[in-house]
């Protein structure tokens, strides 16, 4: 079972950047396809990102052009470069597969806020 720990979350002024890190055990990771989330206070958990296992991406429409997902197969870890924050992209992201495995085994996030 592929095991995986999310870093790199803060506390950001609007407009500014953070770096999200999601590390994976496990030798698979290289063929899985894997993807940011992210749930706000009082709504549900949405994709916000994910990368195939060739490396294509797809954004959901309130990110494209501001945030960008990568893969290192080596170090075993997904990243999610995050640009010019707003309010509303305050929550807390989650990494996993892409589509969801069963059970989902989500871990703890990290927390994103973007506030003045």
């Known amino acids: 079972q592929v095991q995986l720990v999310e870093s790199g979350g803060g506390l950001v002024q609007p407009g500014g950047s953070l770096r999200l890190s999601c590390a994976a055990s496990?030798?698979?990771?290289?063929?899985?396809?894997m993807a940011w989330y992210r749930q706000a206070p009082g709504k549900g958990r949405e994709l916000v990102a994910r990368i195939g296992s060739s490396g294509w991406t797809n954004y959901v429409d309130s990110v494209t052009g501001r945030f960008t997902i990568s893969r290192d197969n080596v170090k075993r870890t997904v990243y999610l470069q995050m640009n010019s924050l707003k309010p509303e992209d305050t929550a807390v992201y989650y990494c996993n597969t892409d589509p969801v495995r069963t059970p989902p085994d989500w871990g703890q996030g990290t927390q994103v806020t973007v506030s003045s």
């Open positions: 496990g030798s698979i990771f290289s063929i899985l396809g």
